[in-house]
């Protein structure tokens, strides 16, 4: 098992490594500092610049480095508009990222799971049916549009029609700086509710229709044949028999969902003003910021890299077919 | 063939899914309108560019060119479905009205200003400058009055503490207006404005009239732009980004995924270490980077970046499905016989296997397709997208502001047309896995 | 009722199946797989259904525990299957749910997929005492090694904690059987339990249920187109053509003295081993098994049917108009058709 463990990271490495040497060449396509400086600045500037943050070095001296540094996890490098250090930008700025992105994850990947199951466990009934018609017309929609009216309805038209509301419209001079902030349960409902709220309804259509097909396949199967011969109940089938197998797809497909998550935070981030990693990099994205842009993002692949490494964990852990080998 | 093709038993089970004819029917609709548009860009470009001639001014075929996207039709945000704006916004749009008129009378040339002046696509009425400027000035007195009237109740409201209180306590001396029926008398007095604008600017009768409360229908956005004219351009390229998108994504994936599969040894190795690696780029890190590449480019505002993106992503779906496919079927009986009997390897593959991926090539062409027009729309917003003309992306970035103001013509404009489009694709999708996938369970 | 055995057997049959019809809702319409089915199953025996794929015989067992679809499966309302005073045809979920794995047990065709993955050997066995029993976990999990044992499956202690994957297709089978048998079922129904493995283990297995068959005295109606299996292990067959009963008789009987021509041309499509039959062509049925949507009016087997060169015009016209019913002609067991064979006698060879 540790083995298989082993195996797995020691595979990821270099497909880690290769997708930080892409980044790397991408950003460095259009030159960083003269996207910073603009056009108005004179060669000199241009050189100097260059020199100072070590742009001029050959380019596999500059992977090397940042290699090492993400090793360290050594982000003192600073950015260029704000003149932090990255590292310290980030780590203010994952709290928030968190406070929405895991329990979108959470209650998306729970909710969309009990809704399949109930929809395949009366296949064909008008349960069924409504659920999936649902889920079918709610994919239809873009995402941006259930921000734009889920912010307009559930935070901005009740303040002006009813008074208050429950959800701000989005993050203000009110809000404290400190860390963990967010995750103060009045803050919480205050600000990040809604775009829980939104971010579920936009995966719940998708989701749901996967889990459901999982399982009706999980019925087809010869076992459960046995299982109904041996004297099993529906639900003892369904509950026991069918979600044990099905577990494989759907942890894997939950796994899957996550990188949706950094990204669906971004929009989310924006449009509430929450200052996560999402809005934190758009910002710099806009500044032309070149160190934040390239410690983000390598920080987002290696959660990527870990993410994948994790199910395929999870799935030896499921499948004694992977464990046993 | 085709008509083998067309009687074959998965062909026939689609023809009978009642909901995906429908499907079919919808994407047949918006092909066509779509076909319309491209075809009156292209006879425009070709006009324009051998000098010979245009159509910008047909009323029908020109209405729907990609410049016509931009024009002004009517005063900015004019509610759609014959919907009422609220009175002082009315008032906003007849004040459009007549300062158009009173510019083009204050001109040095009244008579050509007046000739030339265009609010939208309507023109001044034909009556001469004198006739025009009595209307201009009657119009001015109306609003003089409604003014009046706001100053009336500006007075009642400022004599009620709270303000808003139906009736004034009678604190003062002299009757206290009552409010609502102040609110009444502006209402009716803007009311009074409206035929002098109509008067000012008439309708034309017939075709020109019927196209004008056509492009009126749904309204106009912030720029006095026809939410009509663009939501239904931006078919044309709505479909255009899905349709390159899905074809390319499915060609390349396809092509990649049968030939690892097939051909396997190191050709295989290297398709699976292509999409391990592209797969686990996350989508976010790969849009900043092409945010960070193009913005400024000269490839900024074009449709460039994003079949950049969507082809960095959408190929590796296809990939995996066809290679995973590939392989099943290579190991079958049939494939086995056909080498036996000694066809080539090429061969084999092309007249044997690959038929029998195709379904599986259709709805991941599908799928694509979807995800392509979806995923225009968020790109656009995160500036990724086109930045002139028109497309649901740009409406819908630009509906945010306007939804704050309560004005939901746009977004809805724009969600309905992109939702008929998706629904009609997502039902494809489901209709051809029901008809062709042979272990599909519904 | 007229049709079965003829030949006595003590007591009353275990399972009783009446006039069983099935049909199915399909894309296409509704097809009937199984038309009037009937026959009895008695204590100790084991009746074997034989027939090409696609004649019924699966769907005939699966009605008898109604292990079919419920949405598209319909049960004809005259069909009967008595069994322990119920009847199973329109028993309710949760009679058929005490029936099932208790009193009639069934093991399929592919122990690969037939077993579940995820769980192990001993937690398989335990589901249908559980199910079934109120004995406690100890006395549970003594029960399944003692079964395991009984199947002769090797070093049961431990394989109680493996996989399915684990083991071999043999293996496999016999967990199967020992999960079937585990609660003593009065019945085994055994679908083509054999095909999937080899000649070796194919043998090992029929004889294992047959001692099996003995010592718990169960029943067991065993599912198969191959000729040699039920040659082997059954008392009496049930021969099946396009969801009917063509033929009914005692093993020996049917394969000696075969009435129905299809039944002959089964026989007669055996390879043969031998001299004597070397460089010949294998005799093959001609034709093949008509679709279940283009059934014919008259007998069902006419267009392949060797036996129609004998006949006259008239005779052959009754067979293409009238479908035979199952009577016994005067002899003493029943056959579908109306010009039986008489007299022949096929020799046994090797």
Known sequence: MWAYILRKILYNIPVYLGIILLLMVLLRVNDPVYAFLGKSASPEQIQVKRHEMGLDRPFLAQYRDFVWDILRMDFSQRSWEQKRPVGQMIRKAVGPSLAITAPSLFLTAIISVTIGLIASFYRGRSVDRTLMLLAVLGMCVSYLVYIILGQYFGAYWPRKALGTSVFAVSVDATVGDEAGYFFVPANWVRFCMLPVLINLVVAMGYDTRFYRAVMVEEGTRDYIITAKAKGASKRKIMFVHMLKNAMIPIVTRVMITLPFLITGSILVEMYFGIPGMGRTLINAINAKDFPVIQAITALLAAVMIVTVILTDVLYALLDPRVRLQ | MIRRVLRSRGVRKLRQNRWAMLALGVIGLYVVVALFMLATDAVEGIGQRTGGFTIKDRPVLGMLLVDKTLDRVGPNSVPGFFLRDRPERRLEHHQAYLDAVERALNAKDPEAALAELRFGSLRPADLGPDKLRELVDEGWALFDEVDEIYEQ?????????????????????????????????????????????????????????????????????????????????????????????????????????????????????????????????????????????????????????????????????????????????????????????????????????????????????????????????????????????????????????????????????????????????????????????????? | MPENESTTRDGEPVLKVRHLTTRFRTDLGVVTAVQDISFNVYAGETLGIVGESGCGKTVTSKSIMRLLPEEVTLIDEASRIEFAGLNLASASEKEMRRVRGDRIAMIFQEPMTSLNPVFTIGWQLDEALKYHTKLNHAERRARAIEMLRLVDMPNPEQRIHEYPHQLSGGMRQRVMIAMALVCEPDILIADEPTTALDVTIQAQILSLMNDLKTKLSTAIVLITHDLGVVAQVCDRVIVMYAGRVIESAPVRDLFHHPRHPYTRALLDSIPRAGTAHAGKKLPAIEGIVPSLFELPEGCRFNDRCPHRRTLDEAQRRRCVDVEPDLSEHGADRPVRCHYPLVDVTVKETA
């Not at chain 2, 303000?163 to 206290?176: L, V």
């Not at chain 2, 494939?335 to 296997?353: D, E, K």
């Not at chain 2, 729309?377 to 500036?383: A, P, R, S």
């Open chain 2, 153 to 442: 109740i500006d007075e009642a409201e400022g004599q009620s503490p709270g303000g808003d209180q139906a009736t004034a306590p009678g604190a003062g001396e002299g009757e206290a207006p009552n409010i609502a029926d102040l609110d009444a008398a502006v209402s009716d007095k803007i009311d009074q404005i409206e035929p002098i604008v109509r008067a000012l600017f008439p309708i034309p009768d017939g075709l020109d009239g019927f196209l004008y409360r056509l492009k009126m229908l749904l309204g106009t956005d912030r720029q006095g732009r026809s939410i009509l004219i663009r939501t239904v351009y931006s078919i044309k390229i709505a479909l255009e980004v899905g349709f390159v998108t899905a074809l390319l994504a499915v060609l390349v994936g396809s092509i990649l995924g049968a030939a690892g599969a097939y051909f396997g040894g190191w050709v295989d190795h290297v398709v699976i270490w292509l999409f391990s690696t592209f797969s686990s780029i996350p989508s976010l890190v790969l849009l900043t980077v092409l945010a960070f590449m193009f913005t400024g480019s000269r490839f900024d505002g074009t449709l460039i970046p994003l079949y950049t993106a969507f082809s960095l992503t959408f190929w590796i779906g296809p990939c995996r499905v066809i290679r995973g496919e590939v392989l099943k079927v290579k190991e079958l009986e049939y494939v086995q016989a056909a080498t036996s009997i000694g066809f080539g390897r090429v061969y084999i593959l092309l007249r044997h296997i690959l038929p029998n991926t195709a379904y599986l090539m259709f709805i991941n062409f599908s799928l694509l397709f979807i995800g392509a027009v979806k995923g225009e729309v968020i790109l656009t917003f995160l500036g990724l997208g086109l930045k002139n003309g028109a497309s649901w992306g740009i409406m819908i970035s630009q509906s945010a502001s306007e939804v704050i103001e309560g004005r939901f013509w746009q977004i809805s404009a724009a969600t309905a047309f992109m939702f008929g489009l998706v629904l009609a694709f997502n039902t494809l999708t489901d209709a051809l896995q029901d008809a062709f996938d042979p272990k599909h369970v519904s």
